[in-house]
C-alpha cells in the first residue's frame, strides 16, 4: 500500500523535472532612437574653435592702425604741398620741400597698398567664416533633434529669460553716463539725467484703431481740471483730425470713459483749421497744432471754441515735405511739432535758408499769437524722430531699433550750446514713437506709438 504512494510521486517528480523553468524569461531589445552623432559634435567644437582663433580683436586693432596712420598722414601732406606751393626762393629750398612731400606721399602710397591688401584678407576670412557659421548653425540645429527633453532649450530659454531681466534692472541707466551741462537758473528740477522705463502702457479707448496721435496733460490747467487728460487721434488717414478727445483723470483714460467727450474743432474733417500731423499739445486749455495744409500753427480755445493763427516764416515746409524719419521710415505730416514746457508753447520746424536743419521758436502766447525769439541749430531734420522741450533745453531723438530709442542732442536757448552726446535711452513700447512730449504738470514724456500711449518719468539729479 505504500508502495503505490510512492511511485507516483515519483512519476510526477520527473515530469515536472522535465518540464521548461517558469523562472527564465528572454527579452529581445530594439533601440528605436537614433544614436548620437557623437563626432559631429567633436567636429563642430573643432570649428568653432578654429573659428576663434581665426577672428581675433586684434585683427581689428590693425585696421585701425593703418586708418589713423592715413588720418594723421594726410593732413600733413596737404599742409606741406601747401607750403611748397607758396615758396618761392630760387627753387633752393622748393626742390627739399618737393622731396619731403614725395617721401610721404611714398610712406602713404605703401600704407594704402598695406590697407588694401589687409582688407582683401580680411574679406575672404570674413566669407570663410560666415560659411563655417553657416554649417555650424545647421549641424547644432540638426543635433537639436536629439534634445527630446528639451533640457537645452530650456537652459537658452533661462539664460534670454535672465538677460532680460538684466536689461530691465539696469534700464534706467544710460550706457554712457553724459557730462553734466551747467544748472538753469529757471530750471526748478535741476540736470535733466534720465528717464525711467515706462509708467504707463495702453491701448485706451480704442485699441489699434488710430496708430497716429497724441495725448498728454495740460501743463497750465484750469482749477479742477488738474488730473485731466486730452488725446488727439487722426481719425482720417492717419493724417488729419478735427476733435480733441478730453478724460476726467488717467484711470478714466485707460478704462476708455471719457465723461467730457470730444471738444470738436469743425464738423467736417479735414478743413479750414483742423489738425494736420499728431505733434499737437494743450496748454492753457488750448490745443496748439499744424493747421490743415499751412505753414502755420493754429491755437484751437476748447472754452471759446475759437481758432487763432499764426504764420511761419516764409518758406517753412509744410504737408509732408520735411518729416521726422529713421532709415526704415518717415512720419507723415511731421513738418512741424509743437512743444511745451515750464515757460509755454514752442514750435519746430525747418527752412531752405537753415538748409532743412530745425529751427525753435517760442510762441508768445497773449490775444495775438506771435512769433517770439528763434534759434537755428546744426542738427538735420529727418534723421531725428521726435523733440521735446525741458526747461528750456530741446532735446531731440533718433530711432534705434524696434525696442530703443535714443535722446542723443540737446540745444539749450539759455547758451545757444549744442551737444550730440547726450546718450540716453528709452526703452519702447512699440516700433515707432509718432508724437513725444513733455509736460512740467507731473515731469512726464507722454509717447504716442502704434496706436498706444506710453508714458516716461523724466528724472533729474
Known sequence: MMLCVIVPLWALLSITQQAPSQDTCVCEFENSETIFPHDKLSTAEDDASTCNSDVTPQQTLE???????????????EADVSILEKEDDGDLYGVLSLRVAENELLEITQLFNRLNSTS????????????????????????????????????????RLRRDLDQCEHGLQPSIHPTRPPVRADCPHGHFMNVSGPRVYTAGEYPGSYMYGAWGRDPKPEVGKENWHWVVMLTSGNKFSNFVRRYTSLSSLIIG??????????????????????????????????????????????????????????????NSKSNFCHIDECYHFTDLD?????????VVYTTPQNFGNLVLSKIEDGKAL??????????????????????????ATRYV??????????????????????????NKMAPNIYSLNYSPADQMLHAYANANMVSYKVLFS
Open 338 to 346: 509743437l512743444l511745451t514746457d515750464e515757460s509755454g508753447v514752442w
Open 63 to 77: 585696421l585701425e592702425i593703418l586708418l589713423l596712420g592715413l588720418k594723421r598722414r594726410l593732413p600733413q601732406l
Open 401 to 426: 531699433d524696434k525696442t530703443t530709442e535714443e535722446i542723443f542732442y540737446s540745444f539749450d536757448t539759455m547758451t545757444g550750446v549744442e551737444r550730440f552726446d547726450i546718450g540716453v535711452f528709452i
Open 257 to 318: 470713459k471719457s465723461v467730457p467727450g470730444n471738444v470738436q474743432i469743425h464738423a467736417a474733417n479735414p478743413t479750414t483749421n483742423t489738425i494736420q500731423g499728431p505733434n499737437a499739445v494743450l496748454y492753457g486749455e488750448a490745443l496748439y497744432y499744424n493747421c490743415y495744409n499751412q505753414d502755420a500753427v493754429c491755437r484751437f480755445n476748447l472754452t471759446a471754441k475759437t481758432v487763432t493763427n499764426l504764420k511761419l516764416p516764409k518758406g517753412t515746409r509744410y
Open 120 to 159: 582683401l584678407r580680411y574679406q575672404r576670412l570674413t566669407e570663410g567664416t560666415t560659411k563655417q557659421l553657416e554649417d555650424l548653425r545647421a549641424e547644432m540645429e540638426e543635433m537639436a533633434m536629439f534634445d527630446t527633453l528639451q533640457v537645452v532649450k530650456r537652459q537658452q530659454d533661462n539664460q
Open 370 to 395: 506771435e512769433l517770439g525769439r528763434t534759434w537755428r541749430t546744426s542738427v538735420y531734420k529727418q534723421g531725428v524722430t521726435n523733440t521735446f522741450m525741458v526747461c528750456g533745453v530741446l532735446y
